[in-house]
């Protein structure tokens, strides 16, 4: 059933000619439980293997340092009413730090801006963006911004690069230590990590490429803004993760995710879009509610997407990056093909059509 799926979207000229793009290794997991299937550039089982390869996901890291956030919350190691300043005490005179919540930073409703005011001073290589941005320009970056006045939702790199760190300090660890320690290890994801994490040494990292095939670096982070992009994984952890989002009554992280679940911005009410920690949220013409996350580097493309009634979900993943094309040509109507635009399409499949 799931590998129709894939055998009829990849029946398209579009579709084929840019899965088969040279170097291009697209994989694509779909879950309808309990069947499950993982599609690599033309074969498809199972699972991917024992060398399965280790990709860059982008910003569905922010979801894991979202759950990290639920997890130590459970905990009771902090809130996420916890004023900046409550975890940095030294802040307690500035009036950002003193008025913005964790939950604030978890659902972009800070008013932080997309990237710090201070990051094009340390790009050194504009491939590789955030490689020279560490913890001094981060506190630097907090300690000049003001009191936040609109609190509507604005998407924010900066904001849950600084929600990591603050985690990870106040556990007195490295974020790779801490979103392994707290999410990796209990979803048994084995060969999962941020940036060169000894989980991920001894895999395979693919090289990656821009949108036109050209060969670019791989992004590397600092804890000050990991916790927006930093990790990288396989596609059987994320199996195992998307996994988790839809059964979480069955894990010990069961609780902290269904905290990450629920909606606590409504973004635009009236169309039931809103977002959890960093999980974003909309309803389907069914009444049903689909969560999703993407991510991308220069050279990194990928997707998650599940729908808990249905018992429905897939991860895209490619080492392909997305042009700024790529990403406008959908909103007019052109079939331009992109991660993005396949998730679309399998997000049509799996929620909306098995409806009927």
Known sequence: ??????????????????????????????????????????????????????????????????????????????????????????????????????????????????????????????????????????????????????????????????????????LGKSLDEALAERVFVPLGMTHTGTGASPRTSGTLLLPVFHAQGKPVPHWDFHDATGGAGAVRSTMADMMRYADAMLNYSEHALGPAIEQCLREHYAIMPGRGIGIGFAWMRYKEKDGTVTHWHNGGTYGSSSFVAFNREKQSGFVVLSNYGSSAWSQIAPMIGLPTMSVDRLASLLSKKLFQEAAR
């Not at 439980?33 to 922010?62: D, F, H, L, M, Q």
């Not at 409703?109 to 001094?136: C, F, I, Q």
């Open 1 to 170: 059933m799931l590998d129709n799926v894939m055998a009829e979207l990849m029946s398209r000229q579009s579709i084929r000619r840019w899965a088969n793009r040279p170097m291009h290794r697209l994989t694509v997991g779909l879950i309808r439980r309990p069947e499950r299937t993982v599609w690599t550039n033309g074969t498809s089982g199972e699972g991917c293997g024992a060398a399965e390869p280790v990709y860059e996901i982008g910003s569905i890291t922010k979801t894991m340092t979202g759950l990290l956030l639920a997890s130590g919350e459970r905990d009771g190691l902090w809130s996420r009413s916890d004023r900046l300043s409550a975890l940095v005490p030294e802040w307690q005179g500035n009036p950002f730090a003193a008025g913005t919540t964790l939950l604030d930073l978890a659902t972009h409703t800070s008013g932080l801006p997309a990237v710090p005011g201070n990051m094009k001073a340390a790009v050194t290589d504009r491939l590789n963006p955030y490689a020279n941005y560490g913890e001094n320009r981060l506190v630097e970056a907090v300690l000049s911004e003001k009191a936040a006045g609109n609190r509507k939702h604005r998407y924010s790199n900066y904001g849950f690069g600084l929600l990591g760190w603050l985690l990870a300090r106040r």
